[in-house]
Structures are given as C-alpha cells and as structure tokens.
C-alpha cells in the first residue's frame, strides 16, 4: 500500500492583498464594536427606564423639579 505524501506549499501573499485583507479585518472590527456599543447603550437605557418605573415617587419629584425648572426660567425672563 503506497502513502502519498503531500507536500504543503506556502504562498506568498501580494503585499497589496495582504494590506486590503488588514483593512478588511479592522473595519469589520470596528463594525462589530459599534454594535457591542449600541447594545449595551440600549441595554443600560433599558435598565433605566425599569429603575424610574419602579420607583413612582422618583418620578414625581423628576417632574416637579422640571416644572419647577420651568416656571423660575419663566419668571426671570
């Protein structure tokens, strides 16, 4: 029974193939880091919106000290 071997060549890769691939790799990692951003910015913003509804008086006093807000920039205009 005879084996044949196969022999691995390594090719030698273009410069110029080699630099459009590494920018090809960073613009997908910036892509993905972008994503991971939006993701947990909705995550957190999510997470905020559950505290402010848990809590009813903290959203009481959110909305009389933005009235409040108003009527003093009202006042000294």
């Known amino acids: 029974m005879t084996v044949s071997k196969a022999i691995a060549k390594e090719t ?3 410069p110029i193939y080699h630099d459009e691939l590494n920018k090809a ?5 910036r892509s993905q880091a972008e994503r991971d951003r939006l993701v947990r910015a909705c995550a957190q913003d999510r997470r905020a919106r559950r505290e402010y509804h848990m809590d009813p ?5 959110g909305a009389f000290a933005h009235h409040l807000l108003i009527i003093l920039g009202a006042r000294s205009a």
């Open 12 to 14: 030698v890769m273009h």
């Open 57 to 61: 008086a903290a959203g009481v006093v």
């Open 25 to 29: 790799r960073i613009a997908d990692l």
